[in-house]
T-cell receptor, first 111, second 117 residues
Framework: RKEVEQDPGPFNVPEGATVAFNCTYS??????FFWYRQDCRKEPKLLMSVYSSGNEDGRFTAQLNRASQYISLLIRDSKLSDSATYLCVVTRGFGNEKLTFGTGTRLTIIP | EAGVTQFPSHSVIEKGQTVTLRCDPISGHDNLYWYRRVMGKEIKFLLH????????ESGMPNNRFLAERTGGTYSTLKVQPAELEDSGVYFCASSPTGGGSGANVLTFGAGSRLTVL
């Protein structure tokens, strides 16, 4: 079983719609959680960190459920520029420990 | 501020040859990481330097891979001899010193795409 599981998609969503991704992690010792975004043939870039209390950044909302060991990302009012692969990432600590990636969820926003 | 720079962006070599990938981290970042994405798989950790020391090399696939970071600045990753399964994108990332949740916010380079024929 992979340490971080994501639905690979693809998700094809009309512009303006709301889309949600989930990710599950198997290691209950995981401490830090992130969503990264990766455009085609580009490097991963941090989208947002995910905290137990949940956090919001503009149209993006991330939630963490430690009891069920899943992380979610909600994108409201989706834009064409949101088309990318969204990577769920966990680490076992708060410092400089290695990142464990999911395979990513591919999102395409349709005009 | 310059980002993480990787060279070459793409390398095509034959099985059995040697390739050396280079990474220049963000200036002042003590932490330097190598990751790899093989086609169809997730990005996987290879190793972590703190300055010139290997902090964690648990992800290195085998002894055909050699990473160095002499002087604690740029790093090289050598694959010798290369095999077909080494094909993929090799990402370098760096992060600043210190603990706390901000410490593991990595900045990635654009990657070096390796194709072994």
């Amino acid at each position: 079983r992979k340490e971080v599981e994501q639905d690979p998609g693809p998700f094809n969503v009309p512009e303006g719609a709301t889309v949600a991704f989930n990710c599950t992690y198997s290691n209950s010792a995981s401490q830090s959680f992130f969503w990264y975004r990766q455009d085609c043939r580009k490097e991963p870039k941090l989208l947002m960190s995910v905290y137990s209390s949940g956090n919001e950044d503009g149209r993006f909302t991330a939630q963490l459920n430690r009891a069920s060991q899943y992380i979610s990302l909600l994108i409201r009012d989706s834009k064409l520029s949101d088309s990318a692969t969204y990577l769920c990432v966990v680490t076992r600590g708060f410092g400089n420990e290695k990142l464990t990636f999911g395979t990513g969820t591919r999102l395409t926003i349709i005009p | 501020e310059a980002g993480v720079t990787q060279f070459p962006s793409h390398s095509v070599i034959e099985k059995g040859q040697t390739v050396t990938l280079r990474c220049d981290p963000i200036s002042g970042h003590d932490n330097l990481y190598w990751y790899r994405r093989v086609m169809g798989k997730e990005i996987k950790f290879l190793l972590h330097f703190v300055k010139e020391s290997k902090q964690d090399e648990s992800g290195m696939p085998n002894n055909r891979f050699l990473a160095e970071r002499t002087g604690g600045t740029y790093s090289t990753l050598k694959v010798q001899p290369a095999e077909l399964e080494d094909s993929g994108v090799y990402f370098c990332a760096s992060s600043p010193t210190g603990g706390g949740s901000g410490a593991n916010v990595l900045t990635f380079g654009a990657g070096s795409r390796l194709t072994v024929l």
